[in-house]
């Protein structure tokens, strides 16, 4: 929850200057950095947020819920955001297609500036593609690095080669660089750049009520139950979360998945009677799932793109007071807290699954857990990257995220 001493006056939204925000994440999918950054920001500035392009034959279950389209829309999202639905050309993440797609995005911005006219006071984009610098002088040029581009060139299904120059041109637009995690910021800063560090935050009012949530109903476990609440994917370590069944602790599993991750080692760990896959829920169901969690885990494969990551996860279990069992991250050693155990291997790994649901609900560790949660809050976070960038008027935040999801 937001502490007295965060609040400051309200401000006209007629009179803030106009940011646009650069998204990698649909508005209508999962809310990541983008998003919760977007709605913090919109204490300080009026929004645009560009949705990333979506072809007419992108499939329904990567549009979550966006329709399809063959021209750029403007959507209010409340007094101070609107949504840019942006299109793309089909099989637009096809190489050489992909080339193309930036020129198609800034001419599709270009026209929701000249709808809403308005000249921004900044340019914050999510990826390294080429959207910064193109807007004039006086406008601030933004790299939100929340991921190691080049590292993660095979997860992203993109060449090494045109990332490594798209990141070469973005260094030489930028005029500010925000990096999520320390990895990130000393990556940046051997290039010759000045990032500023924001790790990721946690919006912890949306968890404050947890315990009152009822149960849900699709889901039957005996306690204690470890969890994970997020996309499935390459990143995780499916032998961990083997090794915590094998230990003898239940298993609640939340979110979309890469088909492509594990499908053998998947099926069979889903199908063992103490495991359940639910799949993706919106977020207004996650207090509910979080409620049968004793201990939440952060099982991330060891590798360059997951060490320089910021698992948001991590901040949410905390702020619902939950213990945390996670892999060794530089972002979680950032944190530098004894509410986060760290272990590796499956065998360390389940064992502290196994100790820190002993401890689990012991209401004092519980009220530990939400309050450092709270000093790693989205408005604080959105208020050092509005520094940055000079926005210093803040008033009343945006509507909360009433329609993300867990993913």
């Known amino acids: 929850m937001e502490m007295a001493s965060e609040r400051e006056p309200r401000s006209d939204p007629a009179t803030l200057p106009w940011i646009v925000l650069c998204a990698v994440n649909l508005w209508t999918g999962t809310a990541r950095t ?6 913090q920001l919109s204490r300080y500035a009026r929004v645009l947020w560009v949705e990333p392009p979506v072809s007419v034959v992108t ?116 005029d500010r660089i925000v990096a999520v ?11 010759g750049a000045d990032p500023v560090l924001v790790p990721g935050g946690v919006l912890t009012e949306a968890y404050a009520d947890v315990e009152s949530a009822p149960l849900p109903d699709d889901v039957r476990l005996p306690a204690p139950v470890a969890g994970v609440v997020g996309h499935l994917s390459d990143r995780i370590d499916v032998g961990l979360l083997e090794a915590v069944v094998e230990e003898g602790s239940s298993l609640l599993l939340v979110g979309s998945r890469d088909e492509r991750w594990e499908p053998e080692r998947f099926a069979k760990l889903t199908a063992h009677p103490r495991v359940s896959y639910v799949g993706h829920r919106p977020f207004a169901a996650l207090p509910s799932y979080l409620k049968m ?14 060490r320089a990551s910021f698992p948001l996860k991590t901040l949410e279990y905390l702020a619902a007071g939950k213990p945390v069992v996670s892999t060794d991250l530089p972002a979680i050693r950032w944190l530098d807290t004894d509410l986060i155990e760290v ?8 064992a502290a699954v196994r100790t820190a649901a002993q401890r689990a609900r012991q209401p004092d560790l519980v009220a530990r857990r939400r309050r450092f949660a709270e000093r790693h809050s989205w408005p604080r976070r959105a208020r050092t990257v509005a520094e940055a960038i000079g926005l210093t008027t803040a008033g009343e935040v945006a509507p909360a995220e009433a329609s993300s999801a867990a993913g």
């Open 181 to 191: 995690s320390p990895v990130l910021a000393d990556k940046w800063r051997a290039r």
């Open 293 to 306: 969690i004793d201990v939440g885990l952060t099982p991330y494969v060891d590798n360059a793109f997951n």
């Open 34 to 39: 983008d998003r919760h950054m977007a709605t």
């Open 59 to 174: 499939p329904a279950a990567s549009r979550y819920g966006a329709s399809r389209g063959v021209r750029p829309r403007l959507i209010p999202e409340g007094p101070r955001i609107t949504r840019l639905v942006t299109v793309a050309q089909p099989f637009y993440t096809r190489r050489l297609i992909r080339l193309a797609t930036p020129a198609l995005l800034r001419a599709q911005i270009r026209w929701a500036l000249r709808r809403l006219r308005v000249t921004p006071a900044a340019v914050i984009t999510f990826s390294a593609t080429d959207l910064l610098g193109r807007w004039g002088d006086d406008v601030i040029d933004v790299l939100y690095a929340t991921d190691d581009f080049l590292a993660g060139a095979d997860l992203l299904g993109i060449s090494a080669d045109d990332i490594a120059r798209e990141e070469k041109a973005a260094l030489s637009r930028a």
């Open 343 to 350: 272990a590796s291997g499956p065998a360390q790994f389940s």
